[in-house]
């Protein structure tokens, strides 16, 4: 039984981190995409709302497809796309 903690926690930890920098990276590259393409305080507040409309609607399928398959599966073939 440890040994499955022992190696679930770093994968998701990674993943967790992986989910992470990549919402960080948005907020603060943001001012510099507004910058290089004239982009208005509206239109960013948009393209900041894209990435959550997508991961609050792929978080759906992906519990549906993780309940079909196994967990195991589904997060193997998302590390591998």
Same mark, same amino acid.
């Given at each position: 039984?440890? +040994?499955?903690?022992?190696? $679930?926690?770093?994968?998701? @930890? !990674?993943? /967790?981190? %992986? ?22 305080? +509206?239109?960013?507040?948009? $393209?900041?709302?894209?990435? @959550? !409309?997508? /991961?609050? %609607? ?24």
């Amino acid at each position: 039984m440890k +040994s499955k903690w022992a190696r $679930i926690i770093p994968v998701a @930890f !990674i993943m /967790y981190m %992986l989910a992470y920098m990549d919402r960080i990276n948005i907020g603060v590259l943001m001012p510099y995409i507004q910058e290089d393409l004239n982009i208005s305080s +509206s239109a960013a507040g948009d $393209i900041a709302g894209i990435f @959550f !409309i997508g /991961y609050l %609607l792929l978080q759906i399928p992906g519990g549906i497809l993780a309940t079909k398959w196994s967990a195991k599966k589904f997060i193997f073939i998302l590390m591998i796309l």
